[in-house]
Structures are given as C-alpha cells and as structure tokens.
C-alpha cells in the first residue's frame, strides 16, 4: 500500500515502488493523516495564558521586522512595495497556515532574504525596462508556485531530514549577518541630506532599544525578582521597549526638535502604487519571453524556500523543545506554493518560513521550570545553581491565528496613524537584535570561542577536548567559507544565485564532509537540527548518516568474514545479529536501530 501511515525512508515496494519519487502525493497524504486528529486540540489547547502572551510577543517580533523589510523593499523597488503590502502578506501567511497547516507553530511571513531577492530582480528588470517588473514579479511566483507543488507532490522535502547543525548553523549565521547589514544601511539613510543631527539620534534610539529587548528577553535567566516577574519582563519585552522608545523619540524639546523619520504610512487598505483593479496585479499584458524569463526565477525562488521554510519549521521543532504532536513538511510546503501564488497576484512579498521568528513562537509557548541545583565543595560549603529546563510546549494554532487577525487589523486608519509614529531607526534596532539572536549562541560561534579560549579555562567534560584543534579549525573553516561567500554574493546583483549556494550546503555536508572528517569527530562537532521522532516522522523517518552507514558496511564485512569462528567460539548475539553491527546502528548521528522509523502517531 503505497498511503502507509507507516512512512519510512525505505520502503517495501519492489520495483517502481522503491523510489520516492514515483510515489506523488504519498508525504502529503501522510502528514494530513497524522496531524488531522489533532486538530480540534489544537483549537481547545490554545485558550490559556501562554498562548495570549504569545501572541502579544509574535505580532510585535514579526510585525517590526516585516517593516524594516518592507523600508529595505521600498528604498530598493522605486516605491513599489509599501507598508500595506508588508501588512497583507503577513497576516495572509498567518491566517492560511494558521487553519491549515500540519504544523502551525511555524511562523510564516516576510525574510530578509525576499526582500533581498525582490530587490535584485529589480535592479535587472531596470536595465531593461522598469514598468514590467509588477507584472515580472507576477510570474516568477507562478512559476515558483508551481514547482513548489512538484516538490510537495514527489516528497522531496524528505531530504530536509538530513539537515544538522553543520548546515543550519552556517545559514543562521549568514541571516544574522544579512540582518544586522540591513541595520547600518537602514540607519545610515538617516544621515543624507547633510541631516547629522538626526542620524546620531537614529544610532542613539536603534542601539539602546535593541539592548532593552536583549536584557529583558534574558530576564528568564536572571535571579532577579520573582519568577512570574522575570516571565511577565521576558513575554513582554518587546511591546514594553517599543512603547518607551517611539515615546521618547517625540519627547518635546531638543529631541522633539530634531525631527527624526518615521516609517511612512500610505491609505488604509489599498496598494500603495495605484492599480487599475485595485490589489490585482495585470501580469496578462507581460510579453511572453518575459514569461519565460520568469521561470528560472521562480525555480530559484522555490530553491530559496525550499531550504529557508523547512529549516525554519526544523528550527520551530529543534531538540530542546519537548513537542508531542506530529509535524508535517511536504503538506505544509504544497500549502507554501498556495500563498506564494496569491501573493503574486495581488503584488505582495512572497511570504516564507521565518528562521529567526519561528524558534522563537515554539519558545514562547514553552513552559519553563526553574530547578536549583546545590553543589557541595570540598570545604563543605554549598553552591546554589540555577537551571532552567523546559516541561511543556503548549501546542496548538489560535497564537498564529490571533496574531494574524491582529495584522490585519493594523491595516485600519487608527493603527496605521500608529505605525506613523514609529522612527524608521527603531527598525534598525530590531534588525540588530533579530540579527545578534542567530549569532548569539551560534556553533560557529561557540567554536571559535572555544579555539581561543585559554586552556585551563576549559571544563574537563568538555567533549572538544577529544579532537585536534587544528580540526576543529578546519570544520569551522568550511562553515566560514560559505557563509563568507554567501554574504559577499548578497552584495552584488547577483544576489539572485544564492539560494544555490544555501541548499548546496545539504548534500556537501552529506557526502563531502564525511570523507574529510571521522565518525568520531563528526559524533561531536555536528547533530541532527532535529532529533525528535515525532518530527521527523513526516520526512521518513530518523537518517543514518553516510558516516555511520560507511562504518556499518566495513563492520558487517568484517563480521562476515569472522562469523565462522565466533560461531565456534559462541559470541554471536540471541536475535543473530552481531553484537558489533548492532552497536554501530545505535550509535553516532542519525544511528537508530531499523530502516523504518516506529513511530505512529
């Protein structure tokens, strides 16, 4: 049976039936027949208090950024994407994968990486002739819908499963990198125009707001106050640091004086470029060799989305959280090629998975407990330790969905004169502390640190202590190098070929990375982004690396060849399999003990 709730990286089929691909529709139908009886608890499990101070904490973390993208857009596209059209696509992304998702934790709304894609297509379209780029944008998201399709239908999102922190770190790093960019750039308009004074209150507001969101999001790790104090400060960081700051950037005198700009609004519920059928955009009047131009494009596009959207959900999902209930990729993707469609229609930023924001949704949803830890020293004296441990993740789809009605609702007159208030450099300052959350923390990062770190600082369990310096070294060069290329390539026109370099990073670490680096040194630099069982069920399963699957080959060859004397000396183990083989399947990345994965949820 080709629907199994059984879906499994191997299958049982003969011939055909073996190869994924010509299985069309068989990850869809699967994630649908999972997640689908959780659907009614997903609606009664969210009407408690984290998912209310979750929602309040994911409109302001995806709604300052969506704006600060759509500043970027409109600086670079003559105008043509305003703060309506940030708005729109937000809350369409949110209220779609809010109701129908497989897995509604994710958050879907505008990147930087659109924004940087939407740019560079227009500078290309400029050289040719401006006017075509709405109608351009238009097919490239047909384009891109369709293949999106393709790749939900023929399950290549199983691909995803084989993501680990080699990959993922290096891509977080570069969005930080890219956002934190955006940050200067953003502020450094403040200074056209011979406008210094204004410039300098621009830093002065971006930098201080973007350190008052940090130092209350940390607040959780603090022993300051009491714990319901600590979670109100951390829940709430970002409203409390907008509020303040957009009220002192008008406070009156010296610094009322200083005129400082603020995010420009356009009317209530329209486009902010006049159409002829109001949102619709006319892409029928395109000449037809530009409908063809489109179509790489739109392949690029999906590429992009492909890897960006799938992590985010593999990042919304990640080891520490304690999820319960199934995840669903290819369904979810398939749903992605939907809103990118209706997107391009009505001319709005295509929406995608957003890998900053979307980690934080499943964080903010998270029960967390403090334990302390006494540690007694050799005087007798007691340490006391503070350990944070998460207990629960409230899982369910109306956070997603208030938020995006909330969206929705600041496209009306009276929020929108709001949204006027706000300094443009404020955006800067959540660029800055977007940014800094996908370096701080970073494997790249922390291998580094470590490299420099003087040795006797170094804790003895420290499991780096096992391998070569220089090879660590080495591992993290590669890391670099990509991200060095990626961020270097973003800076150019060519900006449009990097999604090839992001998705490449997958099948490098796959079947490159392996024969550069051993098993054992692979078993401590890198992991799985997703461990959970229940997550990567949707996309066949838990993987066995190339490494560990190399070291299974050359273990059972060498078993074959002494099975003769340990049958005589009886060391063959009761279920006849060797003891050895059997260990290597349960050990290392991805090891596990069968070709199928057991759960069936």
């Known amino acids: ?95 779609v994968f809010s109701l129908l998702s497989a897995q509604p934790l994710t958050i879907v709304g505008i990147t930087g990486l659109i924004s940087l894609f939407n740019y560079t297509i227009y500078n290309i379209i400029k050289l040719h002739d401006v006017s075509l780029y709405p109608a351009f944008m238009v097919w490239v998201g047909i384009w891109s819908a369709i ?12 691909y995803m499963r084989y993501v680990t922190d080699y990959s993922s770190n290096t891509f977080a790093l570069y969005v930080g990198t890219i956002y934190i960019i955006k940050g200067v750039q953003e502020l450094a308009i403040g200074f056209y125009d011979e406008k210094h004074t204004n410039g300098f209150l621009g830093v002065v507001v971006a930098i201080l707001y973007s350190l008052t969101v940090y130092y209350l999001e940390k607040m959780r790790t603090t022993i300051l106050f009491r714990a319901a104090a600590r979670d ?146 050799n005087d007798g004296e007691i340490i006391v330790q503070k350990k944070i441990v998460a207990k629960h993740v409230t899982e369910q789809r109306v956070s997603h969905l208030l938020m995006g009605l909330l969206v929705i609702g600041t496209m009306s007159r009276p929020l929108l004169v709001m949204l006027g208030t706000i300094p443009r450099a404020l955006l800067s300052g959540v660029f800055f502390v977007v940014g800094w959350g996908s370096i701080e923390g970073n494997g790249i990062i922390n291998n580094l640190i470590y490299l420099i770190t003087e040795e006797r600082f170094i804790q003895p369990s420290n499991p780096l202590l096992t391998i070569q310096k220089r090879r660590i070294l080495l591992f993290v060069s590669f890391q670099l190098f990509t991200w060095a290329a990626s961020v270097a390539i973003s800076q150019t026109i ?36 997703a461990t959970n069982e229940v997550v990567l069920a949707s996309l066949g399963g838990k993987p066995v690396m190339k490494e560990a699957r190399e070291d299974l080959r050359e273990a059972s ?41 057991t759960v069936d949820v």
């Open 232 to 377: 109100f400060l951390s829940d709430y960081a970002y409203p409390i640091a907008t509020v303040f700051w957009v009220g002192f950037s008008h406070f009156p005198g010296i610094i009322g004086r200083t005129h400082i700009e603020c995010i420009p609004i356009t009317k209530s519920w329209y486009p902010t470029v006049p159409r002829p059928y109001v949102w619709l955009v006319e892409f029928w009047h395109l000449p037809v060799k530009w409908i063809f131009v489109a179509l790489p494009i739109g392949m690029l596009v999906t590429l992009l989305f492909y890897y960006d959207h799938n992590l985010s959900s593999l990042t919304a999902q990640e080891k520490k959280y304690p999820l319960k209930k199934p995840a669903g990729f290819h369904w979810d993707f398939f749903l992605l090629g939907w809103t990118t469609m209706i997107a391009a229609f009505i001319g709005l930023p295509y929406p995608n998975g957003l890998v900053p924001q979307a980690p934080v949704h499943t964080d903010a949803l998270t029960t967390y407990e403090d334990q302390v830890e006494e540690i007694r020293t």
């Open 147 to 158: 293949t999106h399709w393709m790749t939900a239908i023929f399950n290549w999102c199983d």
């Open 494 to 529: 060519a900006a449009i070929g990097f999604p090839v370099i992001v998705t490449a990073l997958i099948p490098f670490r796959l079947h490159s990375i392996p024969k550069i680096f051993s098993r054992r040194e692979l078993e401590i630099l890198d992991d799985l982004t």
């Open 1 to 95: 049976m080709i629907y199994s709730r059984d879906y499994s990286w191997e299958t049982d089929g003969r011939g055909w039936r073996r190869h994924r691909e010509l299985q069309p529709f068989r990850g869809m139908v699967h994630d649908i027949r999972r997640r689908l009886p959780y659907y009614w608890s997903d609606i009664q499990d969210g009407f408690n208090y984290k998912t209310f101070s979750a929602t309040i904490r994911m409109y302001f973390v995806n709604i300052l950024p969506a704006l600060a993208f759509q500043l970027d857009m409109n600086h670079n596209t003559g105008g043509f994407y305003g703060i309506n059209e940030a708005l729109f696509s937000s809350a369409l992304a949110a209220l």
């Open 557 to 597: 060859s060498e078993t074959s060849e002494s099975e003769p004397r340990k049958r005589e000396s009886g060391h063959e183990s009761e279920s006849g399999t060797p003891r050895d083989e059997a260990g290597l399947r349960n050990r290392g990345i991805g090891g596990h003990d069968g070709e199928k994965s």
